[in-house]
Nanobody, 114 residues
Framework: QVQLVESGGGSVQPGGSLRLSCAAS????????MAWYRQAPGKQRELVAG???????NYADSVKGRFTISRDNVKNTGYLEANSLTPEDTAVYYC????????WGQGTQVTVSS
């Protein structure tokens, strides 16, 4: 059974930082690309950042220079380091792994507010 479990979300003030984690089980994590998405209330889910099996990364323009995606294939875990957070970053953040199939985590809430 494939499971993706996100953690690390929470409430922070503007300018703060969070490190989100996505722990995978039931798959060979290194065989999958991974991505982080987010969905704010009333908005569509959007791609935040992606990292390929080989480690190539890409970012949404809105987070470039502030967020960093990474992965540890030994720990079967992906990460999203989010810095200089603004209220516009408030959303539920989801991780996704994909190659032949796609799997999603349950999401973790990030709230940025003063």
């Amino acid at each position: 059974q494939v499971q993706l479990v996100e953690s690390g979300g929470g409430s922070v003030q503007p300018g703060g930082s969070l490190r989100l984690s996505c722990a995978a089980s039931g798959i060979i994590f290194s065989a999958y690309h991974m991505a982080w998405y987010r969905q704010a209330p009333g908005k569509q889910r959007e791609l935040v950042a992606g990292i390929s099996r080989s480690g190539s990364t890409n970012y949404a323009d809105s987070v470039k220079g502030r967020f960093t995606i990474s992965r540890d294939n030994v720990k079967n875990t992906g990460y999203l380091e989010a810095n200089s957070l603004t209220p516009e970053d408030t959303a539920v953040y989801y991780c996704k792994v994909y190659y032949w199939n796609a799997y999603w985590g349950q999401g973790t809430q990030v709230t940025v507010s003063s």
